[in-house]
DNA sequence: GTCATCATGTAAGCCGTTACATGATTGC
DNA sequence: GCAATCATGTAACGGCTTACATGATGAC
C-alpha cells in the first residue's frame, strides 16, 4: 500500500523522500505519520525492483530542481539558489522519479485486488485519491467493488444489530456503525451516479467510445488526463 | 488491543480459544477475522504472565463446561452429554478463565492512553464495547478524550478541504471523510449527553455520590454492573 | 556557535497475517 | 469410512512503529 502511495506521488512530480513524507501528510491524509523507517526501505525498494530512479541533488543531471510551488517550494527554491552558488559536490537529497516499469506496477497496483481486511478504508482512500489514473471503465469497478464491500458489510452490521442482548453501549456501537456504512454507500452511489453520467457524456461527445465491453484494458478513454504541468526531463 | 479483547470477554464468562474468536467475530464485530495464529499465542502469552488461568476441559475440574446459550451453546451440551458418557482423559478444549491479575490488567487497559494511530477507530470502538466495565467518570473520560481526538481530526480536514487544487477524487473525499468526523462527533455529543444524565440521576437518586473529583478511582459508582447469570465456580 | 529543521538511513520490535501440521468429534 | 467442523498449535513472513545514529543547512 506505502508503494502505492509512493508511485501515485511520483508520478505527478519528482521529489525526494522527506518530501513524499509531507505531502502523504498535508495532501492525502491517509498514512498520517509514516514514518521513515517506513519510507526509506520502501523507496530504496522500489528503487532496486527498477519502479522509480534516482538522481542525486547534487548531480550531473540538468534538471533544475524545479518544485512544489507552495511554501514548501519557496524554501526549496532559496535552498536550491545557495547550493548553487556553493555549489561542490553536495549529496544530501535524492530525487527520486519514476519509471516506465514504475507506471506500469501503479496501474497494477491501482486496478488490483483490494484487502479485504481491516484497513479497507485506507486502501479504498488511497486508490481513490489516484482514481483520475484510472480508465474510466476501471474507475468505475473501483467505486462499483468498494460499494459491494460495504454492502456485504451493513448486512453482516444489521445481523448484529438484530442480536437480542447487547449492552447499551455495544449496541449503540453497532448501530452507529451502522449508519456510517449507510452514509458511505449513500457517497458511493453518488459517485456511481456522476460517473456514469460523465461516461455517458464523451460517449455522445464524438470521443471515440470509453464503453469497453472488454473491462481488462486499461488504456481506453481518458486515462493519464492528468494536466502535467511538469516539463519532466 | 487484542489482551484487551480477550479479557474483556473472559471477564463475563470462561470459554475456550476457539469461542472466542468466534464471538469477537459474530459479537463484537471488531477484529473481524483475528488468525488462530494470533488468538494462541495471545493466549499462551496470557497464561504465562498470569492474567488467565487455563482448565483442561477433562481435567479434574468439576465444572460441568457451562457455556453459551444460543446455538452454538446447544451444541456444546450435545458435546458434553457425549463426553461425559464416554468419559475418559480427554485433552482437548482448554478453557480459560480470568484470574485476579488478569482483571486488574484489563482495567487497566481498558483505561490505558489510546493509541493515536491509523486504527483509533477500532481502538475506541473495542474500549466502547466493554464500557460497561468502567467506571461512570472514567467512561465519560474515554469518551470525551474520543471527542477531543476527532475535533482534532476535523479541524486539519477542513485546512486540507480548503486547499485550493485537489482534484475531483481527493475532494471528494476529504468531504466525506469530514461529514463523516463530524456524524461521529454528533453521536458522541448523544452518548456523553446520555452519560452525564445517567449520572445526574443516580447522584439524585439515593446511591453514594458518584461524581468523584479524583479521576483516578476506578470502582466508584455502578463499575462491574453486567449481569452475571453466570454461575461460575 | 548553537538550535531548529531538513534529510537519510539502520535496528529492534510489535502486532498481525498466511500457510502448514495435527488431531478429536460428529454427521452421513 | 470420510468429510466437515471443531480445536490447538508452530513457522515464516509482512508492514509499520519507535528509537537510534548521522550529517547538512539556515536562522538568529
Known amino acids: 500500500m506505502l ?5 501515485g506521488l511520483l508520478f505527478e512530480q519528482e521529489m525526494h523522500g522527506y518530501e513524499i513524507r509531507r505531502r502523504l501528510r498535508d495532501e492525502l491524509g491517509l498514512f498520517a505519520n509514516i514514518s521513515f523507517g517506513s ?4 523507496l530504496s525498494r522500489l528503487e532496486r525492483s527498477g519502479a522509480v530512479a534516482v538522481t542525486e541533488s547534487g548531480g550531473t543531471s540538468s534538471a533544475p530542481l524545479l518544485s512544489t510551488g507552495s511554501l514548501g517550494g519557496e524554501r526549496a527554491g532559496l535552498r536550491a539558489r545557495r547550493s548553487g552558488a556553493t555549489l561542490g559536490t553536495k549529496r544530501s537529497r535524492k530525487v527520486y522519479r519514476i519509471t516506465g516499469q514504475g507506471r506500469a506496477l501503479f496501474e497494477q497496483l491501482l486496478e488490483g485486488e483490494e484487502p479485504a481486511g481491516a484497513d479497507d478504508a485506507r486502501s479504498f482512500g488511497l ?3 489516484f482514481a483520475r489514473h484510472l480508465a ?3 474507475r468505475l469497478a473501483l467505486l462499483e467493488r468498494r460499494r459491494a464491500q460495504l454492502t456485504r458489510r451493513l448486512a453482516t452490521d444489521l445481523v448484529r444489530a438484530s442480536g437480542d442482548r447487547l449492552d447499551v453501549y ?4 453497532v448501530e452507529h ?3 456510517s456504512t449507510e452514509h458511505d454507500i449513500a457517497w458511493l452511489d453518488r459517485l456511481i451516479d456522476a460517473e456514469r453520467q460523465k461516461q455517458a457524456a464523451s460517449r455522445t ?3 471515440r467510445s470509453a464503453d469497453s465491453t472488454d473491462p481488462s484494458d486499461p488504456h481506453s478513454g481518458d486515462a493519464m488526463t492528468s494536466s502535467s504541468p511538469t516539463g519532466a526531463s
Chains 1, 2 share one sequence.
Open 136 to 138: 474510466p471503465s476501471a
Open 205 to 207: 461527445d464524438g470521443a
Open 177 to 179: 456503525s451502522t449508519e
Open 3 to 7: 508503494d502505492l502511495a509512493i508511485l
Open 39 to 42: 519510507l526509506y526501505p520502501a
Open 127 to 129: 486508490r481513490l485519491a
Open 170 to 173: 455495544t449496541r449503540s456501537l
